[in-house]
């Protein structure tokens, strides 16, 4: 995964449309042009560069093709959906098959229908657009739209159903730093706008107050398992992770090289002794952000400018050890920060938990927060239509390869 993406050049994206209309009829394909970014996910440009070269408004569905196994970059094809003909689309010869793991966001009429409830809840409150939703992202973990109205603007969030809990997750979460969410209702969420930018360029300076605002929020949640496990999100403490990790490794075992393949059964064979001498260090389970880096973070680079940071993106939560979310943290961070973040993590936890032994649990948990990786990988490919796949294919089988690589006697 990126630590950073702006230290990192990317191969440019060019963008095909193949048209549909909201009854789902194909009307022709328009020929690829370039777009800014090179996130497969990232539609906001599509739709401009579109636009401005053949003067329509696009919403779009869904990846139909790509030209690159994996993202970004390359020559993308996306399913759009159009309100009538576009001068200079040229026939398409593809067909446009059902499947029942289809989103209904990735469906024609699905986006108006989501936009629909949004207008329906803003007009609950008082509030009204000023401008046309703008479509930002979609893919098979969501789909998302900026709503102007006279204050800034609101967003909707539309979350595919392994990932429903999210609403309910945020609202629970309300006193602490987290969006402030003006209406959900399953898979829909509305929510306010937090100040500042995606702070994925975060320094120590920021990198500090991150920990901190996570593990205070993690230490309010020890002890409140039932509570957390009644939001609907996943449980990743000891016996049930042991029986995930177990059948993960089952199913995946084949994609392993030999050496590997010998690792990954010694790895699930000590899966008990190590879930219980990981308990052993304390602090005891909690809710795990589960994706927590400085990206999901909103504010600004100078902390004091925009108050508080906003922790966001709650969909990969779930009921486990806090030090869960160490591990992601460290991997998109630069090298040079890390032992500064670790000590951090460290103090705040001693904070709290004075007897926890954060070195140890640190050791401990390194193999189980990449094959807990391996593992959600894995659920979203067995969740979404074919076609998505390529976003997610090839992560399963490395993270479960680097869980053996960590994973030593202890």
Not at 128 to 138: F, S, Y
Not at 323 to 343: H, Y
């Amino acid at each position: 995964m990126a630590q950073n993406r702006a230290m990192i050049e990317h191969p440019p994206r060019t963008a095909a449309l193949v048209l549909s209309t909201v009854d789902g009829s194909i009307l022709g394909a328009l020929p690829a042009l370039p777009v800014a970014t090179p996130w497969w996910q990232d539609v906001a440009p599509v739709v401009e560069a579109f636009r401005r070269r053949h003067g329509f408004e696009a919403v779009i569905l869904r990846l139909l093709e790509a030209e690159y196994p994996a993202p970004p970059g390359g020559r993308v094809t996306y399913l759009a959906e159009v309100g009538g003909p576009v001068a200079g689309a040229g026939p398409w010869a593809g067909q446009i098959a059902d499947h029942p793991l289809r989103l209904a966001y990735a469906r024609p009429g699905g986006p108006a229908a989501d936009l629909a409830w949004a207008r329906a809840r803003m007009a609950e409150r008082g509030l009204e657009l000023t401008a046309p939703p703008v479509q930002i992202r979609t893919w098979n973990l969501s789909s998302l739209w900026r709503l102007p109205i006279a204050s800034g603007s609101v967003w909707l969030k539309v979350v595919p159903p392994f990932f429903a809990h999210e609403g309910a997750v945020i609202a629970h979460l309300a006193a602490e730093a987290t969006p402030r969410m003006l209406a959900h209702e399953g898979a829909r969420l509305l929510m306010a706008e937090s100040a500042g930018e995606d702070l994925y360029d975060a320094g120590p300076d920021l990198q500090r107050p991150m920990i901190e605002l996570l593990v205070g929020l993690q230490s309010r949640h020890i002890g409140r398992d039932e509570d957390l496990l009644a939001l609907g999100m996943p449980d990743w403490r000891g016996d049930a992770l042991c029986s995930l990790l177990s059948n993960l490794a089952e199913r995946l075992a084949d994609g392993l090289d030999g050496e590997r393949r010998a690792g990954l059964a010694a790895f699930v064979a000590a899966l008990p002794r190590r879930l219980a001498a990981l308990a052993d260090c304390g602090p005891g389970d909690t809710l795990v952000h589960g994706d927590f880096h400085a990206g999901n973070f909103r504010g600004g680079h100078f902390h004091a400018e925009f108050g508080a940071l906003v922790l966001h993106d709650w969909g990969d939560c779930g009921l486990g050890h806090p030090q869960l979310d160490q591990c992601a943290f460290l991997d998109r961070i630069a090298p040079a920060d890390r032992d500064g973040a670790r000590q951090a993590w460290r103090e705040a936890w001693l904070a709290r938990a004075p007897g926890m032994d954060c070195e140890r649990a640190e050791g401990l948990i390194a193999p189980l927060a990449a094959a807990r990786q391996a593992l959600i990988y894995q659920a979203f490919l067995d969740a979404i239509e074919p076609s998505e796949h390529p976003y997610h294919a090839g992560d399963p089988a490395p993270w479960l390869a680097r869980a053996v690589d960590l994973a030593h006697d202890f």
